[in-house]
């Protein structure tokens, strides 16, 4: 099936500072999605991306997809303390599993104020 | 409904006791999904839904689980003889469409614990 490596496994930052995830896959993606889980919630879907090369913003947010497609990535500018969650990339399988969501392994992010 | 709507939110159960668990999607929806969530770790596939049927149900850890959708609508997860390790976060999501294309919409999880 399909399968996503996302990195780092955590990240700790100073309020203020960047922070970079990233999904990476050794087949070609139809789409990748990202997702936010707040500490004690449950995931909220913050976009999907298509587009070989797409590049979307949302507010200090932007996503990237790979020209290749077999890779993602989410950055943060100047983060703050509500940015504090797990990040997930997630993916569509295909073949007799299509429609199969399957999730990266997610980054946790802490912010120091 | 207005969300995924998941029952019970909390579960305590005694080992070897079988539990039921439950996952209202939204109207509408197609595609339904359950995964599992350890403590601090990442989503854990189980099984989905096309309507009623189930093409994939290879995440289900052991033949202890299972899961069945009815009308195209509630779903049920079953968990017989219980184990201390199956106690998780049980997470159902629900899509408008089976492509994996659209976005997934969460329930607040059943937190299950099994003592």
Redesign the interface.
């Known amino acids: 099936g399909q399968q996503v490596m996302q990195i780092p496994q955590y990240q700790h930052v100073q309020e203020g500072e960047d922070f970079t995830t990233y999904c990476n896959s050794s087949t070609t993606l139809s789409n990748i999605q990202w997702y936010k889980q707040r500490p004690g919630g449950h995931p909220v879907f913050l976009i999907q991306l298509v587009k070989s090369g797409e590049v979307k913003k949302q507010k200090r947010l932007t996503f990237q997809f790979g020209e290749a497609k077999k890779n993602s990535s989410l950055h943060i500018t100047a983060t703050q303390t509500t940015d504090v969650g797990t990040y997930f990339c997630a993916v569509g399988a295909g073949g007799t599993s299509y429609g199969k969501l399957t999730f990266g392994q997610g980054t946790i992010l802490t912010v120091h104020p | 409904g207005a969300g995924v709507s998941q029952s019970p939110s909390n579960k305590v159960t005694e080992k070897g006791k079988d539990v039921e668990l439950r996952c209202d999607p939204i109207s509408g929806h197609t595609?339904l999904?359950w995964?599992r969530q350890s403590l601090?770790?990442?989503?854990e596939?189980l099984i989905?839904f096309?309507g009623n049927s189930a093409?994939?149900k290879?995440g289900l850890p052991s033949d202890r689980f299972s899961a069945e959708r009815t009308g195209g609508s509630v779903s049920t997860l079953t968990i017989q003889r219980t184990q201390q390790e199956d106690s998780a976060v049980y997470?159902c999501?629900s899509?408008r469409i089976?492509?994996?294309?659209?976005?997934?919409?969460?329930?607040?999880?059943t937190r299950l614990t099994v003592v």
């Open positions: 595609a999904y995964y601090g770790q990442g989503l596939f989905y096309q093409p994939d290879s997470l999501a899509s089976p492509t994996a294309n659209t976005e997934a919409f969460f329930g607040q999880g």
